[in-house]
């Protein structure tokens, strides 16, 4: 009995062992060495992106030079590191301008709103914490992170108030809070409407009022989710509607389309009705808006796709009229077809209107305002200010400014103009990031407001006098 179990106890000769775990191993080195390749191949990805090979500069204007795309897998990574305003330094301002802060020790301030008393409203807001995890998520995580976006969201709006109109502003009130990544505001028809991710909300207001605790009252639910989490939000000029631009939740509808459903259009919005429709549409991300003081149309500012490389596809500046469709997912720049989008629609191609002008690739086109109000003298005196928040995908890195696009007494761009810086500086000598402008608005003395989500301040410029 001691020998059989003795026998049962001892190991097997070498040949009669399993096989598997032997066969399991190679199996994991295998696919450990396969990782290691897959990893070093990213790597070398991102430390050797794709490269501009057109002149920035021809790539913008009423006429810009469209090249062939360079189709990515993986996106050209270049985010400007942040490293804050220290010890005084602003932004720089052009020949003839001067820059202060407005207010400051705010907490990632995106959108402006000027109210008939000339108290100026800041949304202080961040993107909604995302759905999702994996590998994408983590990513995403980092790049909002290295981009000073990776913070909660305040959802709060604050009153900012300059007295004695020194273009300082020395009272500040948390007006609004509990709202839900809120950007646009708007003052009609005796309530203030508030454009959070997923709605558009409306609350009454009295003038001078320093802070509104009344329940907001929804309009209209707007669908969140993905990306492109900011809602802009304007009065049309007809008197009893509002336009409410909403943004895409993808780059190219790689998700399918009906996750955008509502989406990557601009709304028209009936209040009293508490309906909508659709404008216009296939504007991958239509952020700031704006009523030119010349023919009373909706212009709107355009955040393109992503991912054709570092020269493509322009962000814009365009009018937009009611049925418009500017093409997106399967067309940019007026009728470049994207390959990339399944199933193709070449019977689109005909009607995808062609924006009137281009900013340029990925310099994240967000605010806008008309001159008018902001009085910052003769070569400002027409056109359109622009608030680039900059680029996260492009080497080298655009953007990072607010320019103007003058405009001819027509209304529209002129004839062979370009961009023309108003307020740079916004990146250091080493490529690194002070702030980013976002949102922009005139203040009640003449003064341009620009919204720096990442120096947290919001700066005035002005002419000198």
Request: aromatic residues 10%.
């Given at each position: ?53 057109v002149p920035f500069d021809r790539i913008t204007g009423k006429r810009p030079q469209i090249s062939e795309a360079r ?395």
């Amino acid at each position: 009995m001691r020998t059989a179990a003795w026998a049962l106890a001892a190991p097997l000769p070498q040949r009669l062992q399993p096989s598997y775990p032997r066969a399991m191993l190679k199996h994991v080195l295998r696919l450990g060495a396969l990782l290691v390749v897959v990893a070093i191949a990213v790597v070398v990805y991102l430390a050797w992106p794709d490269t501009a090979q057109v002149p920035f500069d021809r790539i913008t204007g009423k006429r810009p030079q469209i090249s062939e795309a360079r189709i990515q897998t993986l996106p050209t990574v270049k985010v400007a590191d942040v490293v804050g305003w220290q010890n005084g330094e602003t932004p720089v301002p052009a020949a003839g301008l001067t820059v202060k802060a407005f207010a400051g020790n705010l907490d990632h301030p995106r959108w402006l709103y000027r109210l008939p008393n000339g108290d100026v409203l800041v949304a202080e807001t961040n993107s909604p914490p995302r759905e999702g995890g994996g590998i994408q998520g983590w990513v995403m995580g980092k790049l909002l992170s290295k981009a000073g976006a990776g913070g909660p969201s305040a959802n709060r709006i604050t009153l900012l108030r300059d007295a004695d109109g020194d273009g300082v502003a020395e009272q500040r009130h948390v007006f609004m809070t509990g709202l839900n990544s809120p950007t646009g505001m708007a003052l009609f028809d005796g309530q203030l409407y508030i454009a959070n991710t997923d709605a558009l909300v409306r609350v009454p207001y009295t003038e001078g009022a320093t802070q509104i605790a009344a329940r907001p009252e929804l309009v209209i639910k707007l669908n969140g989710g993905g990306n492109h989490w900011a809602r802009t939000l304007i009065p049309a000029p007809d008197g009893r509607t509002l336009f409410v631009g909403v943004g895409s939740s993808s780059n190219i509808a790689e998700n399918g389309l009906d996750a955008e459903k509502f989406r990557a259009n601009i709304l028209q919005v009936y209040p009293k009705e508490k309906t909508f429709r659709i404008y216009a549409s296939g504007l991958r991300n239509p952020q700031g808006m704006a009523i030119s003081p010349y023919n009373q149309q909706l212009w709107t500012v355009v955040n393109e796709r992503d991912m054709l490389g570092s020269d493509l596809a322009p962000d814009y500046l365009t009018q937009v009229e009611l049925g418009d469709q500017f093409g997106w997912p399967w067309f940019y720049w007026g009728g470049y077809p994207d390959s990339r989008v399944e199933p193709a629609r070449p019977e689109l191609q005909q009607y995808s209107k062609r924006p009137d002008y281009a900013l340029g690739p990925h310099v994240a086109a967000l605010g806008l305002t008309f001159a008018g109000d902001a009085k910052l003298g003769g070569r400002f005196a027409q056109g359109a200010f622009i608030g680039e928040h900059g680029s996260w995908n492009r080497k080298p890195v655009s953007g990072y400014k607010v320019v103007f696009v003058p405009f001819a007494p027509r209304g529209f761009p002129v004839e062979g103009a370009k961009p023309i810086d108003v307020l740079a500086g916004f990146l250091d000598k080493d490529g690194k990031a002070h702030g980013r402008p976002v949102g922009l608005a005139a203040d009640r003395t003449g003064g341009l407001l620009v919204a720096d989500d990442v120096g947290n301040t919001v700066w005035r410029v002005a002419a000198e006098k």
